[in-house]
């Protein structure tokens, strides 16, 4: 079974600054791992993702995430925070079968202080 | 870009009444999926949907909620005598399959209060 944690549950931090949001899961199997964003009262919009292949993935409004298998962290870093990044962000996993569900992990709040 | 589609919006309804909320998939899409969101909570699997039949659905899926694919293009989720605890944000979520089948497509939401 596959289960995803996110360490702290709000993260602050100032414009500008390097954002990090801290992603561990757990799978039996090789993994596909994603960030979702949802933001106030909308829907979830898939940042990232990886699959197979390189580890390093970019993503939509300079996100990027590092698959580490040996650490299982898929942790989350933008170089410079800006007013939109201030949302609700979702780190999830999923295993590839015919009828597979993804596991969404409880959940970070990024705030960006001006 | 093709998107999941969700409606309605928000839906309010009494306690005790059955309620349908309706998605419509990405079009060649062929497996269907409903999540709910309760309020300041996870995202959490319901059910999945493939070939016409429920291919697994979590505990929270009991005998209140049903899910059907009327035609070819719309999937719903039934929930047939609401409780207060069915409030929350459904998504409705869909993925192909071959090329690109790990990525599930979430659509907007359907935010449910139950009075």
């Known amino acids: 079974a596959q289960s995803v944690t996110q360490l702290g549950s709000h993260v602050s931090v100032s414009e500008g600054a390097l954002v990090l949001l801290r992603c561990n899961y757990s799978?039996?199997?090789?993994?596909?791992l994603f960030w979702y964003v949802q933001y106030p009262n909308q829907g979830l919009q898939l940042l990232l993702k990886?699959?197979?292949?390189?580890?390093l993935v970019k993503g939509i409004n300079g996100f990027e995430a590092e698959f580490k298998k040996s650490e299982t962290s898929f942790h989350l870093t933008k170089p410079s925070a800006h007013m939109s990044d201030a949302a609700e962000y979702f780190c999830?996993?999923?295993?590839?079968?015919?009828?597979?569900?993804?596991?969404f992990g409880p959940g970070t709040s990024l705030s960006v202080i001006p | 870009e093709p998107e999941v589609t969700q409606t309605p919006s928000h839906q309010v309804t009494q306690m005790g009444q059955e309620v349908i909320l309706r998605c419509v998939p990405i079009s060649n899409h062929l497996y269907f999926y409903w999540y709910r969101q309760i309020l300041g909570q996870k995202v959490e699997f319901l059910v999945s949907f493939y070939n016409n039949e429920i291919s697994e659905k979590s505990e929270i899926f009991d005998d209140q909620f049903s899910v059907e694919r009327p035609d070819g293009s719309n999937f719903t989720l039934k929930i047939r005598s609401t409780k207060l605890e069915d409030s929350a944000m459904y998504f409705c979520?869909?993925?192909?399959?071959?090329?690109?089948?790990?990525?599930?497509?979430f659509g907007p939401g359907t935010r449910l209060l139950v009075l």
């Open positions: 990886y699959t197979t292949g390189a580890t």
């Open positions: 999830a996993v999923s295993v590839l079968a015919s009828y597979d569900k993804v596991i």
């Open positions: 799978s039996s199997v090789p993994p596909y």
């Open positions: 979520a869909s993925r192909p399959r071959g090329v690109g089948g790990e990525t599930q497509y």
